[in-house]
């Protein structure tokens, strides 16, 4: 239920703008309060009455009406709703959004709140696809705005392929969960995420191939469920997730002792692609090319940080995650890692480079936990991420 939610809702100029009104009354029904805003364009799709009508409210549409301006600033519009919703997102506005203009009501509204933003865009096939339109949805992301959709399907305009608006049913579900407490309020969960870098002298290191989707995916969807968030992470290629608590490391050692110091937790998740082996001594100035040919490297092994603290007596969190990325007998290979490390579960996945998920945006993984194997189909990293941070809430 949305009882005493209020949620600012900026429909933008398309065809799918018609959706919004049933987005109101869904939101209505469960309780929650609407502000809708309509942009220029979402003038010529629906009517501000209309929307008024199932709002029950007043619509907000020019950002130099003085009369609302005297009534309530546009600051204040922004900053006393729980969450602000975008749909349909346009690629104007999406643009807009990631270039922060503020030159109508809803871009000034955008720009001047701290409030959690929600969009749902609607465009074009081509024009979703369009290079300049993702980057700003890659700029978004790293802002940390949430999205749903673009749906794929037929389109208005005759096209078929990504762009059509998420059902108001599925906008509504997402909004449900952003506002909701969150089936992981009060927990707290350890995520490891990217590679190590091992280094050999000030120069030159050893790693793991790491993007550190997975994991920052994963911590964001945990943190939606309300969780309370470390997020251990190494130098990875991907921005750190929002509202959670990141803490940067380098090394495998700098790993270890970061998640004992963040115990106790509730949970603990190790996505990070920790470098096996260090080199003993790291070279304290580069070691230079020369005459005696390649040095010899004297490695040591790593410690295994998923094992330690599965094995914990005391402080052991009480569900311990890991993952297994494999080339070859993806499923026997992690069965027999979830036994030997003692984890709760292994998440497997193929990582042969022919599978493009080393460093992709998709994921197939096997959740292997003590019943058995139970294979997923592949996804999008952000859709695996919701989806085990699901089956993490509903086994606590
Ligand atoms: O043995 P392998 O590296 O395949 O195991 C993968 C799992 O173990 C992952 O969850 C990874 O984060 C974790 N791991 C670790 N410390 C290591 C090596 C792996 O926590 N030194």
Same mark, same amino acid.
């Given at each position: 239920m949305l009882q005493g939610k209020r949620i600012l809702l900026i429909v933008g100029g +398309?065809?799918?703008?018609?959706?919004s009104l049933e987005l109101i009354r869904l939101i209505r029904k469960a309780g929650g309060a609407v502000t809708p805003v309509l942009t220029k364009a979402a003038h010529e799709f629906v009517t501000p009455l209309s929307a008024s009508a199932l709002a029950a409210d007043k619509v907000y549409t020019d950002l130099f009406d003085l009369t609302d301006e005297a009534e309530m600033g546009h600051i204040e519009l922004s900053r006393s709703a729980d969450l602000i919703v975008v749909a349909p997102a346009t690629a104007d506005l999406i643009a807009k959004m990631a270039g922060g203009h503020a030159d109508d009501l809803a871009s000034t509204l955008l720009m001047a709140t701290d409030t959690p933003v929600l969009i749902a865009p609607a465009m074009n096939v081509r024009m979703w696809l369009h290079p300049a339109n993702q980057r700003n949805i890659a700029t978004l992301e790293a802002d940390g705005i949430q999205r749903i959709g673009p749906d794929e399907g037929d389109m208005a305009c005759g096209e078929y392929g990504p762009g059509r608006m998420s059902e108001p049913q599925a906008i509504f579900d997402v909004i449900q969960t952003q506002l909701?407490? @969150? =089936?992981?309020? +009060?927990k707290h969960v350890i995520v490891t995420s990217g590679p190590t870098h091992e280094p050999i002298d000030p120069v030159r290191y050893i790693a793991n191939r790491s993007s550190g989707a997975q994991g920052t995916a994963l911590a964001t969807a945990l943190a939606r469920l309300g969780a309370n968030v470390t997020f251990v992470t190494g130098p990875a290629m991907v921005p750190p997730p929002q509202g959670v608590n990141v803490v940067p490391v380098e090394t495998a050692d700098q790993m270890l002792n970061a998640v004992k110091s963040a115990l106790p937790a509730d949970i603990a998740i190790f996505a990070a692609a920790v470098a096996d082996w260090r080199v003993v001594s790291e070279a304290k100035n580069k070691i230079k090319k020369g005459k005696t040919g390649a040095p010899k490297l004297n490695l040591d092994e790593n410690p295994d940080i998923l094992a330690t603290v599965s094995r914990?007596?005391?402080?052991? =969190?009480d569900l311990v995650v890991g993952f297994a990325a494999e080339t070859e007998n993806v499923i026997a290979n992690a069965t027999a890692k979830r036994k030997r490390k003692r984890c709760d579960w292994i998440v497997a996945n193929d990582v042969s =480079?022919?599978?493009?998920?080393? @460093? @992709?945006d998709e994921n197939a993984v096997t959740v292997i936990d003590a019943q058995g194997a139970e294979s997923w189909p592949r996804a999008s990293k952000t859709d695996v991420a919701r989806r085990l941070a699901a089956r993490i809430a509903d086994a606590l």
């Open positions: +398309g065809i799918a703008a018609f959706k909701s407490d @969150g =089936p992981l309020s +009060g914990l007596r005391k402080n052991r =969190p =480079p022919e599978t493009g998920i080393m @460093g @992709g």
